[in-house]
């Protein structure tokens, strides 16, 4: 479904993606996981089309994305809930997942979508007319992520969506993850929660310094010495 | 005379309480947890003892000395120092020159030019930042980035440390590192007062934990009662 | 890297500067009547955008205030410019400033971002109205006449206020002073709680850029002989204090003395040659500089330096 080949990319002159490989199958959940500074955010940034990476390409469904701009990527059916749980403070909640239906073929069915936002998340609707700015912490990451649902992407990526949760609500979100995917969506995942990522993902890819460096299915990965080393704290 | 003392402390946003009549103490050497689900209000309560807010009714006594609603920089040359939950570093100014904000504004007493460089040099060492010091800050990853608050706040010489989910975002090999700088701080005879998701970090390095939910105080105690209290399983931990 | 070069290298500005200020101060020696009006003139701008850069750049609260200022030093010179010597006029000038700006700045610099812009822009028009009406209502007049004072004085005195600033600025800049209203721009409220007394800060140093704005108003007074509130307090001289700022670059003194300086005299050549075209043609410089040098001139120059310099160490 999405596969991304041989990119690299840079900062200025500093090189931050080296030859970076990829695939994610459709309906499978795949995992990212590397340390502070590995590359993770950059690699979604090209997904994205934040970043413009200097070789490689991106492949979407059978067509080049890369090089493509933002909205036109997010047109394609990829979304993203960013890191922290960034929504926009000064709307309300409803107005926020609104935001989200923005591409012209989410925007037609926006109020079935919310319905279906409103069930996964029914704190939402308690705070329809809440200002975003006066959430909690863990209800700003559920309208992040009812947000991104509601553009109807074919591909979520998830950003630390694990970050600055109380254990409760971390397990509340990986549960929410696996049943976006039970809904048809596929899920890419970044992820500090080395353990979490790979329970719940079906593959994952290991960044270090900006290159791959393993990937395999999660149970092996797990196995591994040097995961256990290096990630598990073991 | 605890370190620290709060009586009934309490903070409404709105006719929302965020903080309800909280009663807490901190000792001289201790390490102790503040726990609590999303939106429970424990970094509301680090505003009002560092006096980014001030309480509508209670003290806090540091000291023995109240210390209600005093202005942050009063507080910080009083000796609490902070690290915040967004990081906060000065992006465009290199990680000495974050570190040597501290030591020329952290203290009441005055400091010449040469010794604050040498002192803010001795900082960053301490959190492991010199191969990066004469970066911006900006440039920092994010676990770096909260390595140089929590430099920033020891160089303005505090005798307790509030320090804001420091571990959030970090893989579990990072969190050990962290813990391990948190029990280091603690050996240079800094009071540390945390708020942390990260139940590994908390269970492995606090005396004591205090549990707040939707702004009240629901539970205190050592790790191994906080973590088998059927209340904090309940709103905070899950099963 | 030889340790020879460095030293001249950072030798580079502050000799620049010190020979700059040599031909300035022998200037009233060799310069002809129209040259020494023009300087002065040039001079005047450039402790408006310099003085104003002195706390807007760091902090980054942008203060449309020089306005009021200088039309305080204006109306302090043309009240008792006929009783007092004029150095004590201008010192007066910039001491009302001062006070003024420590009142206002004690009121509004707890506001960010564009209110605090929109209240410095409302004082100006405040002052011009209150004092339009104190005139009309107690004296029962509307203008004023300054009393005239030879050009060699007035450029010498505006040389000296332009001497103080830079040496106001340089100090500020090299403390733990300057150190601490960046912290303010970068971040306020961990400035705060770090120890920095914020409030304190910027009143203070909103005030002490307030002294050298209130003080060229007092000395150009003496060249304009009527004043009349609309003429002193015209908010023009806030834009051009920020648009010759901003034009020249903020991050170091040299840019808005870069700035105003280029803009001043282009300003006298345009308006002699094109008068009707001037403000167009201004219109068209700033527009390129804001879309393609958005450090302003001086961040070009750095980064033409840092070539060269760049270029040098590859041939070593």
């Not at chain 3, 500020?172 to 300057?178: A, K, L, N, P, T």
Request: aromatic share 10%; proline share 4%; with cysteine.
């Amino acid at each position: 479904m999405l596969e991304v080949q041989a990119l690299n990319t840079f900062y200025g002159k500093l090189q931050v993606l080296w030859d970076v490989s990829l695939q994610v199958q459709e309906g499978e959940i795949v995992a990212i996981v590397g340390s502070n500074g590995a590359g993770k955010t950059t690699l979604l940034n090209s997904i994205l089309g934040l970043v413009r990476p200097a070789s490689g390409h991106v492949t979407f469904l059978g067509q080049r994305i890369d090089g493509l701009p933002s909205h036109a990527i997010a047109e394609q059916g990829i979304s993203i809930v960013p890191e922290g749980g960034r929504v926009f403070p000064d709307m309300n909640v409803r107005e926020n997942l609104e935001m989200g239906a923005y591409p012209a073929h989410a925007w037609e069915r926006r109020r079935e979508t919310l319905e279906y936002v409103y069930q996964l998340f029914p704190r939402l609707r308690e705070r329809e007319r809440q200002l975003a700015r006066t959430l909690s912490g863990g209800e700003r990451q559920m309208l992040a992520i009812g947000r991104a649902l509601m553009s109807r992407p074919r591909l979520c990526l998830f950003d630390e969506p694990s970050y600055g949760l109380a254990p409760v609500l971390v397990k509340e979100t990986f549960e929410i993850i696996q049943k976006i995917r039970e809904q048809g969506v596929t899920v890419l995942l970044v992820e500090q929660n080395v353990r979490r990522a790979l329970e719940i993902a079906d593959r994952a890819y290991v960044l270090e310094n900006g290159h791959i460096c393993m990937e395999g299915a999660c149970a092996e990965l797990l196995e591994s010495d040097h995961i256990r080393r290096a990630y598990l704290g073991m | 005379m605890p370190l620290l003392e709060g009586k009934g402390v309490t903070k409404y946003f709105g006719g929302l309480a965020a903080v309800l009549n909280v009663d807490f103490h901190i000792e001289q050497g201790e390490v102790v947890g503040l726990i609590g689900p999303n939106g429970a209000g424990k970094t509301t309560l680090f505003n009002l003892i560092s006096g980014a807010l001030t309480p509508q009714s209670g003290t806090i006594r540091f000291r023995g000395e109240n210390i209600t609603g005093l202005k942050p920089h009063v507080i910080c040359r009083k000796g609490i120092a902070r690290t915040f939950q967004l990081v906060r570093v000065f992006p465009n100014m290199s990680v000495l020159e974050n570190v040597l904000m501290g030591v020329l504004f952290g203290k009441s007493d005055g400091h010449g030019m040469g010794q604050a460089l040498e002192e803010a040099e001795k900082w960053v060492d301490f959190v492991g930042l010199s191969p990066v010091k004469g970066l911006p800050a900006r440039s920092l990853t994010l676990a770096n980035q909260k390595r140089l608050e929590v430099a920033r706040a020891l160089a303005t010489g505090p005798k307790l440390l509030l320090l804001d989910e420091l571990m959030a975002g970090l893989n579990p090999t990072e969190v050990a590192q962290t813990m391990e700088l948190v029990n280091r701080i603690r050996e240079q005879g800094i009071t540390v007062f945390m708020v942390e998701h990260v139940m590994k970090a908390i269970m492995g390095i606090c005396n004591r934990i205090i549990v707040l939910h939707h702004g009240e105080k629901i539970a205190e105690g050592t790790p191994q009662e906080i973590a088998t209290s059927r209340t904090v399983i309940e709103v905070y931990l899950g099963e | 890297m030889k340790p020879g070069n460095v030293n001249l290298r950072k030798l580079w500005g502050p000799g620049l500067t010190f020979v700059v200020l040599a031909l300035l101060a022998a200037f009233p020696l060799y310069a002809s009547a129209y040259g020494l009006i023009l300087v002065t003139d040039i001079l005047m701008f450039v402790i408006l955008a310099l003085s104003w850069a002195l706390f807007s750049a760091p902090t980054g609260y942008v203060s449309l205030a020089p306005a009021a200022f200088f039309g305080v030093g204006i109306y302090t010179s043309a009240i008792l410019g006929k009783q007092l010597p004029l150095p004590l006029v201008v010192f007066l000038g910039g001491l009302i400033s001062f006070c003024l700006a420590l009142l206002v700045g004690a009121l509004t610099l707890r506001l960010r971002g564009i209110y605090f812009a929109m209240f410095t822009f409302g004082l100006v028009e405040l002052i011009k109205h209150f004092w339009l009406w104190y005139e009309i209502r107690f004296t029962g007049t509307r203008g004023r006449f300054v009393v005239v004072v030879d050009q060699k004085t007035i450029y010498i005195i505006m040389f000296v206020t332009f001497v103080l600033l830079l040496g106001t600025t340089y100090l500020i800049r090299r403390s733990r002073w300057g150190l601490a209203l960046r912290s303010v721009g970068e971040c306020e409220e961990a400035a705060a709680h770090i120890g920095v007394n914020v409030n304190i800060l910027k009143t203070i140093t909103f005030a002490i850029s307030a002294i050298f704005m209130g003080a060229a108003g007092s000395v150009i007074a003496t060249r304009w002989t009527y004043v009349d509130p609309y003429i002193a307090f015209n908010p023009l001289y806030s834009f051009m204090a920020v648009l010759m700022a901003i034009f020249g670059g903020i991050s170091n003194p040299y840019g808005p003395i870069l700035g105003a300086v280029i803009f001043a005299y282009l300003e006298e050549i345009l308006l002699t040659r094109f008068p009707y075209y001037y403000m167009l043609i201004f219109g068209v410089v700033l527009i390129i500089t804001v879309l393609y040098l958005p450090e302003g001139l001086i961040g070009l120059v750095m980064k033409l330096r840092k070539r060269m310099a760049g270029g040098q160490d590859a041939l070593a």
